[in-house]
């Protein structure tokens, strides 16, 4: 269980036995028993940033998902091993695009006569072949933190950007931060020939979304934004930009993960807030900040907990610890080369941009 002494201390013996062999970084979704044994906690973008930090350590344990592990073996040299606990944590959104996928997207604007002047951007929530497909045509990486000079950046390379794969965040960033309007956007549908676009709407499109989602995120709706402001008079409405455009419109600040918490630290004791992200981040800031009678709840408690996220548990943590040392390497994440090559150029863009 997530409270088992045992377990805890088992982790902590292990831990303790790689000692600077070892680091471990943690996304704020994960579990709190989790979370506790992390050296590093952040949102994609500062955990992409730090991965590098420990260049002495042999094994960086990634407690999240698939493609920040991917991308932390991407940003490190090939004598650091980047382990993810459970194999199975991926994330349904960066599967909602695949490299076929992408590559007849591609050739679909290719017919359009826009490639050429086509950038795209790719949320760091991608696999490491959309990163490396992202490097190769001259597109950057971006997270939710860094989107907008994202996109200010492909505009200046550019005329039109291909957004993939979350079509809420590059809608929200074009229309929030950019001063476009929703008729700049379509929306590409790789289940349908052409994205189900003709090569008009192809051409006369600012932005090219990537049809996905995240499906903890799109669950918050607009209803839930009110019922939260009939309940709560005075309640401040914080929402990650995964959320869809509505949500995002009726919220009164948006923000990714690291943004909520600044956000909720510089709060003012008294100010109640109800927060539109993954629940094991939201319960973590309730707590903490109750003590500061900062009031906290969560948007919608129909939404539930991003299930792949937490797929890391204490168990499989310390599987993970006791393994590595004992010597023995487990669940390494490894991107072959040539992807690691294009995809890198992707990553390097990002941490360059202003
Ligand atoms: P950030 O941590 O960058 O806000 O991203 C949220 C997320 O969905 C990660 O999977
Ligand atoms: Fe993917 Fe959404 Fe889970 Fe983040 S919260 S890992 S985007 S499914």
Same mark, same amino acid.
Not at 99 to 109: G, H, N, S, T
Not at 195 to 213: D, F, S, Y
């Given at each position: ?12 013996? /292990? ?11 943690g996304h704020h979704y994960q579990r709190d028993e989790v979370i506790?044994? /992390?050296?590093?906690t952040?949102d994609s973008?500062?955990l #992409? ?11 960086? =344990?990634f407690c999240g998902v698939h493609f920040m592990a ?14 993810l606990p459970d194999?199975a944590a991926g994330c349904s959104m960066a ?12 050739? /679909? ?16 929530n ?5 990163? #490396? ?7 950057? @990486?971006?997270?939710?933190? %860094? ?27 074009? =229309? ?38 995240c499906s903890v995120h ?17 309640? %401040?409405?914080?929402?990650h930009?995964e959320?869809?455009?509505?949500? =995002? ?8 993960t690291?943004?909520? @918490? ?6 003012? #004791?008294?100010?109640?807030?109800? @927060?539109?992200t993954e629940l094991n981040l939201v319960r973590r800031? /309730? %707590?903490?900040? #109750? ?13 539930c907990f991003c299930s792949t996220m937490n797929r890391i548990d204490?168990?499989h943590l ?12 487990? %669940?390494? @994440? ?21």
């Amino acid at each position: 269980s997530p409270s088992d002494p045992g377990l805890v201390e088992r982790a902590r013996a /292990a831990k303790e036995r790689l000692g600077d062999k070892v680091f471990v970084l943690g996304h704020h979704y994960q579990r709190d028993e989790v979370i506790q044994f /992390a050296d590093v906690t952040g949102d994609s973008f500062k955990l #992409a940033k730090d991965a590098a930090a420990r260049p002495e350590a042999e094994y960086i =344990v990634f407690c999240g998902v698939h493609f920040m592990a991917e991308s932390a073996d991407i940003l490190t040299g090939d004598e650091q091993k980047v382990v993810l606990p459970d194999l199975a944590a991926g994330c349904s959104m960066a599967d909602m695009a695949t490299a076929e996928q992408v590559a007849e997207c591609w050739d /679909a604007l290719t017919e359009a006569g826009i490639a050429e002047r086509v950038v795209p951007v790719s949320y760091m929530n991608s696999s490491a072949d959309i990163k #490396a497909f992202t490097g190769k045509h001259g597109g950057t @990486i971006c997270t939710s933190s %860094n989107a907008k000079r994202a996109l200010e950046w492909a505009f200046e390379q550019g005329e039109q950007v291909l957004f993939l794969p979350d079509q809420h965040l590059g809608r929200n960033t074009a =229309v929030r931060d950019m001063g476009m309007s929703l008729e700049d956007c379509v929306v590409y549908n790789p289940h349908k020939p052409n994205g189900g676009l003709t090569a008009e709407q192809l051409r006369n499109a600012k932005m090219i979304l990537w049809r996905g989602h995240c499906s903890v995120h799109g669950r918050f709706s607009l209803e839930s934004v009110e019922d939260v402001r009939a309940r709560i008079p005075g309640v %401040n409405v914080l929402v990650h930009p995964e959320c869809k455009h509505e949500v =995002v419109a009726a919220a009164d600040y948006v923000g990714s993960t690291e943004h909520i @918490i600044k956000t909720l630290e510089a709060a003012p #004791a008294g100010s109640k807030w109800a @927060i539109g992200t993954e629940l094991n981040l939201v319960r973590r800031l /309730a %707590n903490r900040f #109750a003590a500061e009678d900062k009031e906290i709840v969560f948007l919608d408690k129909t939404v539930c907990f991003c299930s792949t996220m937490n797929r890391i548990d204490l168990p499989h943590l310390v599987w993970t610890l006791e393994s590595l040392a004992d010597g023995k390497l487990v %669940n390494r @994440i490894e991107v072959d080369r040539e992807t690691e090559q294009f995809a890198k150029l992707a990553l390097e863009r990002m941490l360059a941009l202003p």
